[in-house]
């Protein structure tokens, strides 16, 4: 009957877990996927898995991590829980659209699986001819098939969120709405407009692979750029779709921490979200400098691409102003990730304007460069913030206190396990290594080897947080608390255990808790 009541509950917080237990799903699918094309470059030469199995791993993995994790828990989990109560409203307004959402992800991880099994090793990008006609087995069609049922999800649950924000607009501030709640509305946005681009191209793909179509093949009179130019409409506004609920959880905090209204406070994060989205809409062809555009469109996209690094750098800047106003000990583990994520996402960020400017992308281009480039900014950056969000709003979510030690354990494993696995990237990249390649040069072995460790490192970090939250709900230190109007718990009681150092969140502080 438990069951029953949440294969057909309406209920928000049940469907954002829903939710949380698809993503957990989808995140150590991908993981482990990652796992094996790092045991692969274990060996220059020899291949732990073929070289044909190895494409179906490398697309496999990157649509399970953007698809099946970060978008399930970062828009999905935390968005379909927190929205109604940082509204003060009992639900959505379309809870029947919102469950719908979450069960078309179901059959979309189904098509996935199909695809692993019959193989479809076109590269996450689906680029074309290789996709049109390269591979003519079924695997690429249920491929699609997951991504269209994605997509739709993805569309539903924009719409029910956009509908939920603006009918509250009324009677709310509008200056006043936390800034998850802004952060929520423009990744809505941001979906809205370019998962229908994306589902177009798509199924004008599976038309030309299975009615004999011709949209992307020049011997019909196609153009296999156009399908380019249609995926990166929706791929690049994707990366700010990924990152965008975490610069609101981000902020949120900082701002709860620090208390701060000012110029470099609420407004600054608004104003610097809404211009990421104008400006992350209008450069999808810096990743296609190498097809032939002419002077003056790549001069353009290069420009509006290095231009995006100012609304990204006043973010930044107003975290590190926030976090220096904060009156809190420094041994906070929620600090130091912050402080984590910071770095990462700017180290990303960086050598994300380097490979805005068009000759140095003709250089770097299909490198590791770009491969340690693009983690630091999702896999490192968008999954500190899955983990921000987690210790901040556990003990809200489950009334359970975290362990303040272990988390700091974990922060050191996570922090040394992901710059050994992505930074030598950087190098193998500057020396012209290429990626999605299974063999390569012996005398960037210990590089991969590294790197591979590093992977090793990141996995053990991930099964460490599993074992800190399972720490916590087997220990049981209670937290009896009240929702806030802002989303925070107010009156808070706490029983902790006396040999534990646990500590819980309220309005405006960490209060520290238990041996200290």
Same mark, same amino acid.
Not at 110 to 128: D, H, K
Not at 449 to 474: H, Q
Not at 482 to 488: F, R
């Given at each position: 009957?438990?069951?029953?009541?949440?294969?057909?509950?309406?209920?928000?917080?049940?469907?954002?877990?829903?939710?949380?237990?698809?993503?957990?799903?989808?995140?150590?699918?991908?993981?482990? /996927?990652?796992?094996?094309?790092?045991?692969?470059?274990?060996? @220059?030469?020899?291949?732990?898995?073929?070289?044909?199995?190895?494409?179906?791993? #490398?697309?496999?993995?990157?649509?399970?991590?953007?698809?099946?994790?970060?978008?399930?828990?970062?828009?999905?989990?935390?968005?379909?829980?927190?929205?109604?109560?940082?509204?003060?409203?009992?639900?959505?307004?379309?809870?029947?659209?919102?469950?719908?959402?979450?069960?078309?992800? *179901?059959?979309?991880?189904?098509?996935?699986?199909?695809?692993?099994?019959?193989?479809?090793?076109?590269?996450?990008?689906?680029?074309?001819? /290789?996709?049109?006609?390269?591979?003519?087995?079924?695997?690429?069609?249920?491929?699609?098939?997951?991504?269209?049922?994605?997509?739709?999800?993805?569309?539903?649950?924009?719409?029910?969120?956009?509908?939920?924000?603006?009918?509250?607009?009324?009677?709310?501030?509008?200056?006043?709405?936390?800034?998850?709640?802004?952060?929520?509305?423009?990744?809505? #946005?941001?979906?809205?407009?370019?998962?229908?681009?994306?589902?177009?191209?798509?199924?004008?793909?599976?038309?030309?692979?299975?009615?004999?179509?011709?949209?992307?093949?020049?011997?019909?009179?196609?153009?296999?750029?156009?399908?380019?130019?249609?995926?990166?409409?929706?791929?690049?506004?994707?990366?700010?779709?990924?990152? *965008?609920?975490?610069?609101?959880?981000?902020?949120?905090?900082?701002?709860?921490?620090?208390?701060?209204?000012? /110029?470099?406070?609420?407004?600054?994060?608004?104003?610097?979200?809404?211009?990421?989205?104008? *400006?992350?809409?209008?450069?999808?062809?810096?990743?296609?400098?190498?097809?032939?555009?002419?002077?003056?469109?790549?001069?353009?996209?290069?420009?509006?691409?290095?231009?995006?690094?100012?609304?990204?750098?006043?973010?930044?800047?107003?975290?590190?102003?926030?976090?220096?106003?904060?009156?809190?000990?420094?041994?906070?583990?929620?600090?130091?990730?912050?402080?984590?994520?910071?770095?990462?996402?700017?180290?990303?960020?960086?050598?994300?304007? #380097?490979?805005?400017?068009?000759?140095?992308?003709?250089?770097?281009?299909?490198?590791?460069?770009?491969?340690?480039?693009?983690?630091?900014?999702?896999?490192?950056?968008?999954?500190?913030?899955?983990?921000?969000?987690?210790?901040?709003?556990?003990?809200?979510?489950?009334?359970?206190?975290?362990?303040?030690?272990?988390?700091?354990?974990?922060?050191?494993?996570?922090?040394?396990?992901?710059?050994?696995?992505?930074?030598?990237?950087?190098?193998?990249?500057?020396?012209?290594?290429?990626?999605?390649?299974?063999?390569?040069?012996?005398?960037?072995?210990?590089?991969?080897?590294?790197?591979?460790?590093?992977?090793?490192?990141?996995?053990?970090?991930?099964?460490?947080?599993?074992? #800190?939250?399972?720490?916590?709900?087997?220990?049981?230190?209670?937290?009896?608390?009240?929702?806030?109007?802002?989303?925070?718990?107010?009156?808070?009681?706490?029983?902790?255990? @006396?040999?534990?150092?646990?500590?819980?969140?309220?309005?405006?502080?960490?209060?520290?808790?238990?041996?200290?």
């Amino acid at each position: 009957m438990h069951l029953f009541t949440w294969l057909f509950t309406l209920d928000h917080k049940r469907i954002g877990m829903i939710y949380m237990v698809m993503g957990l799903w989808g995140g150590f699918m991908g993981l482990s /996927l990652s796992m094996l094309i790092r045991l692969n470059y274990t060996e @220059p030469y020899y291949n732990l898995i073929s070289p044909e199995v190895y494409n179906y791993i #490398i697309t496999n993995h990157g649509l399970a991590m953007i698809f099946f994790f970060l978008m399930p828990v970062l828009i999905g989990g935390f968005g379909n829980y927190l929205l109604p109560l940082l509204l003060g409203l009992g639900d959505l307004n379309l809870p029947r659209l919102n469950a719908l959402s979450a069960w078309l992800m *179901l059959p979309s991880a189904v098509c996935l699986g199909i695809s692993m099994i019959n193989g479809a090793g076109v590269g996450w990008t689906f680029y074309p001819p /290789l996709s049109s006609g390269g591979y003519t087995g079924v695997g690429a069609d249920f491929l699609m098939f997951s991504l269209h049922l994605a997509g739709v999800s993805s569309i539903l649950g924009s719409l029910n969120f956009i509908c939920t924000i603006y009918s509250c607009m009324e009677n709310l501030i509008i200056l006043r709405l936390s800034i998850v709640i802004w952060a929520y509305l423009f990744t809505s #946005i941001l979906l809205l407009i370019s998962l229908p681009v994306l589902a177009a191209a798509i199924t004008m793909l599976l038309f030309d692979r299975n009615f004999s179509s011709a949209f992307f093949d020049p011997l019909g009179g196609g153009d296999p750029v156009l399908f380019q130019h249609l995926f990166w409409f929706f791929g690049h506004p994707e990366v700010y779709v990924l990152i *965008l609920p975490g610069f609101g959880m981000v902020s949120h905090i900082c701002l709860t921490l620090s208390n701060n209204d000012s /110029l470099f406070g609420y407004f600054g994060l608004v104003a610097a979200m809404g211009a990421i989205v104008c *400006l992350g809409s209008v450069v999808w062809a810096h990743h296609m400098f190498m097809v032939g555009l002419d002077i003056k469109t790549t001069v353009f996209f290069s420009s509006v691409t290095m231009v995006i690094g100012i609304p990204t750098g006043i973010k930044v800047f107003s975290w590190l102003y926030m976090m220096g106003c904060c009156r809190v000990r420094v041994w906070d583990p929620v600090l130091w990730w912050i402080i984590g994520f910071i770095v990462l996402f700017t180290i990303g960020g960086v050598t994300g304007i #380097i490979l805005s400017a068009s000759v140095l992308d003709a250089l770097f281009h299909d490198t590791w460069f770009v491969v340690a480039h693009f983690h630091y900014v999702l896999s490192l950056g968008s999954y500190s913030t899955v983990i921000i969000s987690v210790v901040w709003w556990w003990p809200q979510i489950t009334g359970l206190a975290l362990n303040k030690y272990l988390l700091q354990g974990h922060w050191l494993v996570s922090m040394v396990g992901f710059n050994l696995c992505f930074f030598p990237m950087h190098f193998m990249g500057l020396y012209g290594l290429p990626r999605r390649v299974c063999v390569y040069d012996p005398s960037f072995y210990w590089l991969n080897v590294l790197s591979s460790m590093g992977g090793l490192i990141s996995v053990i970090s991930a099964m460490f947080l599993l074992f #800190i939250l399972w720490e916590s709900v087997v220990t049981g230190n209670k937290i009896i608390g009240l929702w806030g109007s802002n989303g925070t718990v107010l009156n808070v009681l706490t029983i902790p255990l @006396p040999h534990h150092g646990v500590y819980i969140s309220y309005p405006g502080y960490w209060l520290p808790l238990g041996k200290s």
